[in-house]
């Protein structure tokens, strides 16, 4: 297939080179690292070594690269706003659109111009960074969901499904969307944010600190009774899971973590200020989550007046 994977930053770069090592043609769309990738190809790092892939392109923008079976959208939800000039001269009248973004409100953007039957959510249960230009590591290859932006599965995450299965991926589809994005939610609102909340800290620090380690506990709560009224239950066992995995992460940072630290937008509004609004429309009491959005927010205000 023809592949635009568009922000070849860890995660997308990390399955860009994964389907170019499946066989497929692919194509990067990178702000910032499209001359490395031209030049040496991705490199792909887990625990199993190194190896350099090779892909179709690397390039700024979508210019040239014309109409794909496939687009990727792997960047930051906070381009999405600006995103549908960028991605639509890859969009064909058969074109799948597949969003491996975090949080909530993604889907809306894309389907607000594409067919929701060829637009496919995926969450990915991951720890990935890009640790330098085209250079991904990733610690813990854990596992992708699917499922269809509206209504149950459908051929276009069946496809999607399969060509990740086919990459090496362990991949599944999922019935409803709203249930997998809350569940991926209860490890990202804590996690995620805490991380920025307490100063800039990895896991691990937040796990040993009792205070921290409570809060986290309250949050993921939280978000249990937000997707409980939402229609999207999960049991007590879910969130057991989540201090489990976390545990053997070691001292990871997390996405939004590592863009507080470079000084790039958070992705405020879909890790915390959408799940707010959904939880507390359908009636919950998310009084922690509204703390800790505050705290984000101070946090990203005091880094921003400092560097200007």
């Not at 991926?169 to 409803?176: G, L």
């Not at 896991?203 to 506990?217: A, K």
Request: proline residues 5%; glycine residues 8%; aromatic residues 6%.
């Amino acid at each position: 297939m023809k592949i635009c994977v568009v922000g070849s930053g860890a995660v997308g770069g990390w399955y860009a080179g994964l389907l170019a090592e499946a066989g497929h043609e692919v194509h990067c769309i990178s702000r910032t690292d499209f001359t490395v990738i031209n030049d040496r190809g991705l490199i792909l790092r887990d625990t199993q070594g190194e190896r350099t892939v090779k892909v179709a392109s690397a390039r700024p923008s979508a210019n040239d690269i014309g109409q794909c079976d496939l687009v990727v959208v792997a960047a930051k939800t906070t381009a999405n706003p600006s995103i549908e000039p960028l991605i639509k001269p890859l969009i064909g009248a058969q074109t799948i659109l597949l969003t491996l973004q975090n949080g909530m409100g993604n889907v809306e953007v894309f389907t607000a111009f594409i067919p929701s039957k060829r637009v496919v959510a995926g969450l990915c249960f991951v720890c990935i960074n890009r640790t330098a230009p085209g250079v991904i590591s990733n610690t813990m290859r854990g596992y992708v969901k699917m499922a269809a932006a509206v209504g149950e599965s459908n051929p276009a995450v069946d496809l999607c499904v399969k060509i990740f299965r086919d990459a090496g991926v362990e991949c599944d589809s999922e019935p409803s969307l709203n249930s997998v994005l809350w569940k991926k939610l209860c490890w990202n609102i804590p996690f995620n944010g805490l991380a920025i909340a307490a100063g800039g800290i990895t896991t691990d620090l937040i796990l040993n600190n009792p205070e921290l380690l409570q809060r986290s506990h309250k949050l993921m709560e939280e978000v249990r009774e937000a997707a409980r009224l939402c229609g999207a239950p999960f049991s007590q066992n879910h969130i057991d899971k989540q201090f489990a995995v976390t545990a053997g992460m070691g001292a990871y940072r997390p996405s939004s973590l590592i863009d507080y630290l470079e000084g790039r937008d958070v992705e405020v509004d879909a890790l915390w200020g959408i799940p707010h609004q959904r939880g507390t429309a359908a009636g919950a009491k998310m009084p922690e989550l509204n703390k800790l959005k505050d705290e984000i927010q101070a946090k990203l205000s005091a880094r921003n007046t400092k560097r200007s």
